[in-house]
Nanobody, 121 residues
Framework: QVQLVESGGGLVQPGGSLRLSCAAS????????MGWYRQAPGKQRELVAT???????NYADSVKGRFIISRDNAKNTVYLQMNSLKPEDTAVFYC???????????????WGQGTQVTVSS
């Protein structure tokens, strides 16, 4: 079993910053892409950013230039630095990882439990 545990959400004023962390634990052979998604009330879950094992990144247009995704492969951890936050960034943020438990095993799509980010004055 592999689990993703997120931390770092909270309440922040517009223009502020937050840093989310997500650590994978359990029996892990390898982790491929990791990423962050978010779901605002009444909306579908959407991609925020992804990062490949070698570090190439992909961002939603709405967060480009404000958010930075990074990862520490030795710690099986992915981070999301969020700057210049806006009220429209308010959502539950979910960590995602594509991982294998053993060599040759299936790649599983794993999700964290979600962490609330609220941007409000």
């Amino acid at each position: 079993q592999v689990q993703l545990v997120e931390s770092g959400g909270g309440l922040v004023q517009p223009g502020g910053s937050l840093r989310l962390s997500c650590a994978a634990s359990g029996v892990i052979f390898s982790i491929n892409a990791m990423g962050w998604y978010r779901q605002a009330p009444g909306k579908q879950r959407e991609l925020v950013a992804t990062i490949a094992p070698a570090g190439s990144t992909n961002y939603a247009d709405s967060v480009k230039g404000r958010f930075i995704i990074s990862r520490d492969n030795a710690k099986n951890t992915v981070y999301l630095q969020m700057n210049s936050l806006k009220p429209e960034d308010t959502a539950v943020f979910y960590c995602n990882a594509k991982a294998r438990n053993f060599r040759g095993g299936p790649e599983r799509d794993l999700w964290g439990q979600g962490t609330q980010v609220t941007v409000s004055s």
